[in-house]
């Protein structure tokens, strides 16, 4: 049985596999090519422990909301919620360029 968490990761678009960590970075649930990739989780919550590190703006409260990794053909998008790290790693589509 899927939680509606995991249900609502299920139909992002082009999503090819997703995680969601706890705090202590072990994978709660797992999905698609991330399936019990603990590797993964781990290189994700050390990228997640570093951006938080980093101040964008001079007020301390203001972490980031969305941590994005792109390469050629996929990415992963990653977001914090309720004390979970949430991971999606998606097919990544560029769009054209305009021509004006």
Partial sequence: MTSPVTQSLE????????LVINEEGAV?????ELENDEKMAGVIMNMVHLAS?????????????RLS???????YVVTISNHKVYVCKRKYLPSE????
């Fill in 97 to 100: 360029p305009l021509n004006v």
């Fill in 69 to 75: 990794v792109v390469y050629d053909t996929y990415m």
């Fill in 11 to 18: 139909r992002i678009p082009d999503q090819l596999g997703y």
């Fill in 28 to 32: 709660m649930a797992s999905s698609g």
């Fill in 53 to 65: 590190k980093v101040q964008l703006t001079p007020e301390k409260s203001d972490p980031f909301k």
